[in-house]
T-cell receptor, first 114, second 113 residues
Framework: AQSVTQPDIHITVSEGASLELRCNYS??????LFWYVQSPGQGLQLLLK??????LVQGIKGFEAEFKRSQSSFNLRKPSVHWSDAAEYFC????????????FGPGTRLSVLP | ETGVTQTPRHLVMGMTNKKSLKCEQH?????MYWYKQSAKKPLELMFV???????ENNSVPSRFSPECPNSSHLFLHLHTLQPEDSALYLC????????????FGPGTRLLVL
């Protein structure tokens, strides 16, 4: 079965600093990978996704993520964080053609210092 | 309206009440989902509907009863809930259940007293 881990429960960065959120997955084949963001009291918004091709994918709000098969990772990055980026970030794997549904990681909460 | 909408946004109910959550998607998708999001726990998939047919029930207690009258609407009927059912209930939709990106609604914040 697929699984997703996000090793950092909570990260605090200063506004303007760079950001990297870690995501590791367990899956038997090439996965479909997603990053979602959730602001307080809101639903999840898709930031970016990887299906195939270029392993560096660009998303909305200046985010990017890199798929590294050798490390089973799909880390999210942003070169300069804005205060409005404070939110909960979820990495997800799936679904696939074999009945596997989405599997979400536990989330990483990002706080941004002024 | 665009995207996925959910009503109500907030709901407080007693354990003996019966209420329903509503989800509507305006994206032309054919698959819809209910998730439960509790504090400090990962998102839990509850139900999956594909072309109005339920394809997944993740061992959800019978006090939660889903209904999908068409591909655009999804309901979650609630009765005799427990306080531990208090959570954010999220609806999502996608174009198919395999390889389809899921788009989420804003959620219904439920408090069971």
């Amino acid at each position: 079965a697929q699984s997703v881990t996000q090793p950092d429960i909570h990260i605090t960065v200063s506004e303007g600093a760079s950001l990297e959120l870690r995501c590791n997955y367990s899956y038997g084949a090439t996965p479909y990978l997603f990053w979602y963001v959730q602001s307080p009291g809101q639903g999840l918004q898709l930031l970016l996704k990887y299906f195939s091709g270029d392993t560096l994918v660009q998303g909305i709000k200046g985010f990017e993520a890199e798929f590294k098969r050798s490390q089973s990772s799909f880390n999210l990055r942003k070169p300069s964080v804005h205060w409005s980026d404070a939110a909960e970030y979820f990495c997800a794997v799936g679904p696939d053609n074999y009945g596997q549904n989405f599997v979400f990681g536990p989330g990483t909460r990002l706080s941004v210092l002024p | 309206e665009t995207g996925v909408t959910q009503t109500p946004r907030h709901l407080v109910m007693g354990m003996t009440n019966k209420k329903s959550l509503k989800c509507e998607q305006h994206l032309g998708h054919n698959a819809m989902y209910w998730y439960k999001q509790s504090a400090k726990k990962p998102l839990e998939l509850m139900f999956v509907y594909n072309f109005k047919e339920q394809t997944e029930n993740n061992s959800v207690p019978s006090r939660f009863s889903p209904e999908c009258p068409n591909s655009s609407h999804l309901f979650l009927h609630l009765h005799t809930l427990q306080p531990e059912d208090s959570a954010l209930y999220l609806c999502a939709s996608s174009q198919g259940t395999s390889q389809g990106t899921q788009y989420f609604g804003p959620g219904t914040r439920l408090l069971v007293l």
